[in-house]
């Protein structure tokens, strides 16, 4: 057996690197080498870093993972208990899957990065340059998120040999985070500003990704120094139409660049579709809604006023969608809101059996409503929201091929913003990434009154990040490096009102100087009128993931993380 065939062989021996060893095998001769070589030339070079990308697709019912895990926290929830309940040991699938998922890329970065060098005089520099650096940032891309969930990890660099598979020891995170930043300083040395095509790495995704890793792991300057590259030097802008982002034609288009790494589906293959729609569409459009909202994020988003609901002299409670942030309407969909899901208009309504939908000649018709009564759907499993991300792409659910994104040029001036102001330096720059994303949404711009308050611009690009970023996958990480998430998580899951004609009381922000710094919301007091469901807990093992037991059963070398 040629070399390269052992490596990967060899690697499908261990349950950690498994997942994708068999069907990397088996699709050998359409995304590997068939011949017995390594990768001799670019076609073969190609062939294995698109098996690199493939792999970094982290799927869970043809839906990103990332795509849940705001469901993990206190803005998002799942239709069955999941883990942001908080009760889940070892065996969880959940860190199971991710740690196989994340170890899968790498396993292929490594094959391809150490395969690739037998054919580098058969390439031109500047390709084979481009080609290694992809596959460092998708290696890394594993790595930021074993990492910052799980802590230590074992930090593998190239294909293991059969006697290597179970000594495999942690790394501390410090050695694995300058890893990370070492990859991608010498990837973004190799790679141009804007990618080949949508979906590719590029010299702003790397530069992306150390800013993130950075900001994680609260090394501000860092984070700072990467995302000013970014701003400075990448030419990337913002979609002037926030809501196009989240539809198939806003994402092909890309107006502003914004959208720098998504995963990508490709009219080119017929299987290749998103349910991450279909999961989260109304049931009266025919979709099949299991992941829902909280209250809390639809109260963490301003009035149009840029006030707080709580500050704010225009916001009604009776009229939640009125008088405020454009981002709501394209981020949650209140009852009361004329919503477009799967092809259909309709006005959203969890009190009646009956709603209205839009006809194709512009009139309006009575029909049942699912929402009011599927046992599966928003009032009966959710908490009366549901997801408006994502779900207003006009395409049919089940087909649907909207993207996932991974990163766009908003986050990167989030991350600028919020390095600069932990870092206390409070000048213009900061004041301007903060005004560009709040501007795009339609909202005033920074109140001159606190531009040199350290904490209240802290509190702004806090509730920011919420307004901006949900239920895209960040909340898990922002409330664990925040230190919030013993004060966010214990609580018992809130909605919208049981009776439309008794409005609940707004919310009070300032139980403690926390709260109010973080903009969270506290209940006490109108729990009977809301749609509730369960009671969420924390503990401090919470912080980070369990190793999967599993790979602690093959592998005696892995340490456990406090608690678990």
């Not at 970094?56 to 998002?76: E, K, P, R, V």
């Not at 009366?384 to 994502?390: D, E, F, R, S, T």
């Not at 908003?410 to 709040?438: F, G, H, P, T």
């Not at 749609?531 to 599993?550: A, G, H």
Request: charged share 20%; net charge neutral.
């Amino acid at each position: 057996m040629n070399k390269r065939i052992l490596y990967i062989a060899g690697l499908c021996l261990s349950m950690t690197l498994l997942s994708g060893c068999k069907e990397y095998l088996e699709q050998a001769p359409l995304d590997a080498p068939a011949t017995g070589q390594f990768f001799n030339n670019q076609t073969e070079m190609n062939a294995a870093l698109n098996a690199v990308y493939k792999s970094a697709y982290w799927n869970t019912g043809n839906t990103a993972y990332q795509s849940m895990m705001d469901g993990w926290t206190d803005i998002a929830l799942l239709r069955a208990v999941d883990l942001g309940e908080g009760n889940f040991d070892v065996y969880n699938a959940h860190p199971k899957n991710i740690w196989s998922l994340a170890y899968t890329t790498i396993q292929r970065a490594n094959t391809m990065l150490d395969g690739m060098e037998v054919g580098k005089n058969n390439v031109p520099a500047a390709t084979y340059n481009r080609l290694q650096a992809e596959a460092r940032v998708l290696r890394v891309y594993a790595y930021f998120y074993l990492v910052i969930m799980f802590g230590d990890v074992p930090l593998i660099t190239k294909p293991l040999l059969p006697t290597e598979f179970y000594t495999q020891a942690r790394t501390p995170k410090a050695d694995v985070i300058r890893f990370i930043y070492s990859e991608l300083d010498a990837a973004a040395a190799a790679l141009p500003w804007s990618p080949s095509d949508l979906g590719r790495m590029s010299k702003a995704v790397a530069l992306g990704f150390k800013a993130r890793t950075a900001l994680f792991n609260k090394e501000y300057q860092v984070a700072a120094d990467a995302a000013k590259q970014i701003i400075d030097g990448s030419g990337l802008g913002l979609n002037p139409n926030f809501g196009d982002l989240f539809t198939r034609a806003g994402q092909l288009t890309n107006a502003g660049k914004e959208i720098m790494y998504l995963i990508l589906y490709s009219e080119a293959d017929a299987n290749a579709i998103s349910y991450h729609p279909l999961g989260s569409i109304s049931r009266a459009a025919g979709g099949q809604s299991g992941r829902f909202p909280q209250q809390r994020l639809v109260d963490m988003f301003e009035a149009k006023d840029g006030k707080r609901i709580d500050e704010s002299a225009v916001y009604n409670p009776a009229k939640p969608s009125q008088n405020r942030d454009m981002r709501l309407k394209y981020t949650v969909s209140i009852p009361g809101d004329t919503i477009f899901m799967n092809l259909k208009t309709l006005v959203y309504d969890i009190y009646k059996n009956t709603t209205s939908f839009k006809n194709a000649d512009g009139s309006w018709t009575t029909r049942t409503n699912a929402d009011y009564d599927n046992a599966y759907g928003p009032a009966k499993s959710g908490v009366g929201l549901l997801h408006a991300k994502y779900t207003f792409t006009a395409e049919d659910a089940f087909t649907a091929r909207v993207g996932f994104i991974q990163m766009r040029y908003a986050e990167i001036l989030l991350m600028y913003a919020e390095a600069k102001i932990e870092l206390n330096q409070l000048d213009d720059s900061v004041i301007s990434a903060l005004n560009q994303v709040r501007k795009r949404a339609g909202q005033p711009t920074v109140d001159a009154a606190i531009q040199n308050d350290q904490n209240k611009l802290r509190q702004l690009v806090r509730r920011e990040r919420v307004a901006e970023l949900a239920m895209e996958g960040f909340r898990w990480f922002d409330i664990r490096r925040w230190g919030i998430a013993d004060i966010v998580m214990p609580q018992q899951v809130m909605g919208v009102a049981k009776d439309p004609a008794n409005v609940p009381p707004i919310p009070t922000f300032k139980t403690s100087s926390v709260h109010d710094l973080n903009n969270i919301p506290v209940y006490t007091g109108s729990e009977n009128l809301r749609y509730i469901r369960e009671n969420r807990y924390w503990y401090p093992k919470l912080t980070l993931l369990p190793v999967p037991q599993s790979e602690r059963d093959i592998n005696p070398s892995l340490t456990q993380n406090e608690g678990w």
